[in-house]
């Protein structure tokens, strides 16, 4: 069993306020967590109205299925939020 922990750091440059980037990230994180079988967070940025980093997590029988899940869902994070990619961390443990 291997369990995938990815963070992904998004840019949200049209939010005018928290309450622009939470309706982005809360449709976003519903999209994802229907799709995919994975727990998923805001673990980072909360304060700030542009930027933030999302925690997910997902459990496999090996690393292989891992990467092409995470591969899958940054795709789908790029092309349905109104924002960017800026950064991306994963380990296996």
Not at 2 to 10: H, L, R
Not at 38 to 67: F, H, K, Y
Request: glycine share 8%.
């Amino acid at each position: 069993m291997v369990v995938g922990i990815c963070a992904i750091e998004i840019v949200l440059p049209y939010a005018q306020s928290l309450k622009d980037k939470r309706r982005v990230l809360k449709g976003l994180k519903d999209r994802l967590k229907s799709r995919h079988n994975i727990s998923m967070a805001e673990v980072g940025g909360q304060d700030l109205w542009q930027r933030a980093t999302l925690g997910i997590a997902a459990v496999a029988e090996s690393r292989g299925p891992l990467e092409d899940l995470f591969g899958r869902i940054r795709r789908e994070i790029e092309e349905h939020i109104p924002g960017d990619v800026v950064d991306e961390q994963i380990d296996y443990v």
